[in-house]
């Protein structure tokens, strides 16, 4: 943790900020030139050092609590609120090289581009393993993610690791440690669908962000016909397992998908008319994805439940009782159907 991020945090519980900060242990680590801009005031920063606080504790001076700082990552779930489930990409390590990853992000996120992250203070809400927070901190925004599993978090750190302007936290997305109406844009992709209430998280989220920013949200449509029953079948089968027993299931389904939908739709859909019949194959365009990762998407689809899809409608419904401006709300067709949203804070 930098103690920049004390400028963000507030306490979860009572909304009190700043937090008093304890540090028992910190490493100097070194920045380079292109970190920061010339003049700009960073706490601990000193000597091409800046301080990563290891082990502490934050603070509440107005209700008491106090958060720990354990591996670096503040730990802000408030009492009440559960840590999220294992993550599959415990056993995975992001490849940033692939280029598949950046065009699934970009894709998920549009009609935002690489642009719209540049010079932004920018929060992913339920970050998983960390992939969408090491783009947007590439195109130049200061990035803070936030998700309530020990596991993803800790991938996320890794993963995002050397890029001086992301921030980790472990917290609930439904009760965020963070200052209202701070961000200039929140994103909050495959998340919504799987908290208690879709509609008060998105107002919630939509309370950190500052006027003029925006929230972008993307989340699963509603499932028809054989989708609907394979996946409520594999949900079903992989409710009583164990999170070794998922493991291998999760990677006898990924062989079935490389040899029956991957290995079809990259060979053959340049070729018509194979390549629209091939478009509808279950998860399709992750054929280029590390078979771990596969592996790993799949665990994670399958422990977490899903607690509703939502139409296009509803998204754009939802934007527009909160008083959003510039609303766009778009359909994607990647898997299945799934919808995008994004819109403007007045």
Same mark, same amino acid.
């Given at each position: 943790?930098?103690?920049?991020?004390? &400028?963000?945090?507030?306490? /979860?519980?009572?909304?009190?900020?700043?937090?008093?900060?304890?540090?028992?242990?910190?490493?100097?680590?070194?920045?380079?030139?292109?970190?920061?801009? /010339?003049?700009?005031?960073?706490? *601990?920063?000193?000597?091409?050092?800046?301080?990563? $606080?290891? +082990?502490?504790?934050?603070?509440?001076?107005?209700?008491?609590?106090?958060?720990?700082?354990?591996?670096?990552?503040?730990?802000?779930?408030?009492?009440?609120?559960?840590?999220?489930?294992?993550?599959?990409?415990?056993?995975?390590?992001?490849?940033?090289?692939?280029?598949?990853?950046?065009?699934?992000?970009?894709? $998920?996120?549009?009609?935002?581009?690489?642009?719209?992250?540049?010079?932004?203070?920018?929060?992913?809400?339920?970050?998983?393993?960390?992939?969408?927070?090491?783009?947007?901190?590439?195109?130049?925004? +200061?990035?803070?993610? $936030?998700?309530?599993?020990?596991?993803?978090?800790?991938?996320?750190?890794?993963?995002?690791?050397?890029?001086?302007?992301?921030?980790?936290?472990?917290?609930?997305?439904?009760?965020?440690?963070?200052?209202? *109406?701070?961000?200039?844009?929140?994103?909050?992709?495959?998340?919504?669908?799987?908290?208690?209430?879709?509609?008060?998280?998105?107002?919630?989220?939509?309370?950190?962000?500052?006027?003029? *920013?925006?929230?972008?949200?993307?989340?699963?449509?509603? #499932?028809?016909?054989?989708?609907?029953?394979?996946?409520?079948?594999? #949900?079903?089968?992989?409710?009583?397992?164990?999170? &070794?027993?998922?493991?291998?299931?999760?990677?006898?389904?990924?062989?079935?998908?490389?040899?029956?939908?991957?290995?079809?739709?990259?060979?053959?859909?340049?070729?018509?008319?194979?390549?629209?019949?091939?478009?509808?194959?279950?998860?399709?365009?992750?054929?280029?994805?590390?078979?771990?990762?596969?592996?790993?998407?799949?665990?994670?689809?399958?422990?977490?439940?899903?607690?509703?899809?939502?139409?296009?409608?509803?998204?754009?419904?939802?934007?527009?009782?909160?008083?959003?401006? &510039?609303?766009?709300?778009?359909?994607?067709?990647?898997?299945? +159907?799934?919808?995008?949203?994004? *819109?403007?804070?007045?």
């Amino acid at each position: 943790m930098k103690r920049r991020l004390l &400028d963000w945090l507030a306490c /979860p519980a009572c909304g009190e900020a700043p937090l008093d900060l304890v540090v028992k242990r910190a490493e100097a680590v070194p920045v380079y030139a292109g970190h920061w801009e /010339p003049g700009e005031v960073v706490p *601990g920063l000193r000597d091409g050092t800046i301080e990563e $606080i290891l +082990e502490g504790a934050l603070g509440c001076p107005g209700c008491h609590a106090t958060y720990p700082i354990t591996d670096g990552i503040p730990r802000m779930l408030p009492e009440g609120s559960a840590a999220g489930v294992a993550t599959g990409h415990k056993w995975t390590q992001f490849q940033r090289a692939v280029p598949e990853f950046e065009k699934n992000f970009l894709d $998920i996120a549009a009609p935002l581009t690489p642009t719209d992250f540049t010079g932004r203070l920018v929060l992913d809400a339920g970050c998983g393993f960390g992939r969408h927070a090491l783009f947007a901190a590439r195109y130049g925004a +200061e990035v803070v993610a $936030i998700d309530n599993s020990a596991e993803a978090v800790a991938s996320c750190r890794d993963n995002v690791d050397g890029a001086m302007r992301a921030h980790v936290v472990q917290g609930d997305v439904e009760r965020p440690p963070f200052r209202r *109406g701070l961000f200039d844009l929140v994103f909050s992709y495959g998340v919504l669908h799987h908290v208690r209430e879709a509609r008060p998280a998105f107002r919630i989220l939509g309370e950190l962000v500052a006027p003029g *920013g925006r929230l972008s949200i993307w989340v699963y449509g509603p #499932r028809q016909g054989i989708t609907r029953v394979a996946t409520g079948a594999l #949900r079903g089968a992989a409710a009583a397992m164990t999170a &070794d027993q998922l493991h291998h299931f999760s990677r006898a389904v990924a062989s079935g998908l490389r040899a029956f939908s991957h290995t079809p739709y990259r060979f053959l859909s340049p070729v018509p008319p194979f390549g629209w019949l091939l478009s509808h194959l279950p998860v399709h365009d992750h054929h280029r994805w590390p078979f771990d990762v596969v592996v790993a998407d799949i665990y994670d689809r399958l422990r977490v439940p899903v607690t509703g899809y939502y139409t296009g409608e509803q998204i754009e419904g939802w934007y527009a009782e909160e008083g959003y401006a &510039d609303i766009r709300v778009s359909r994607r067709v990647a898997n299945t +159907e799934s919808f995008r949203g994004l *819109g403007t804070r007045r």
